[in-house]
């Protein structure tokens, strides 16, 4: 079984800076794509930024140049920075993660959410 398990959520201003964490454990053997995407309330599942094992990126166009994705391979963990805050990305805020596990093959996994709220 494969968990994915986000730390570094909470309350910061605008303009402000967070580091978020996603951790996989498990019986893993690989991890291809690992990202992170977001819900805000009445607003839909929205992809924030991914990246692959390789370390190419991908990023919504509202947070580019503001967030940076990255991951330790060696650690299966996922970070992601989010600096220049602003109201509009608060949110819940999920992990994911394209796991190869014993006994399974390639399957997409989700933390369970963490909230960051920007607000003065």
């Known amino acids: 079984q494969v968990q994915l398990v986000e730390s570094g959520g909470g309350l910061v201003q605008p303009g402000g800076s967070l580091r978020l964490s996603c951790a996989a454990s498990?019986?893993?053997?690989?991890?291809?794509?690992m990202g992170w995407y977001r819900q805000a309330p009445g607003k839909e599942h929205e992809l924030v930024a991914i990246i692959t094992s390789g370390g190419s990126t991908n990023y919504a166009d509202s947070v580019k140049g503001r967030f940076t994705i990255s991951r330790d391979n060696a650690k299966n963990t996922v970070y992601l920075q989010m600096n220049s805050l602003k109201p509009e990305d608060t949110a819940v805020y999920y992990c994911t993660g394209n796991v190869y596990a014993r006994g399974s093959y390639y399957e997409d996994y989700w933390g369970q959410g963490t909230q960051v709220t920007v607000s003065s």
């Open positions: 498990g019986s893993i053997i690989s991890v291809n794509v």
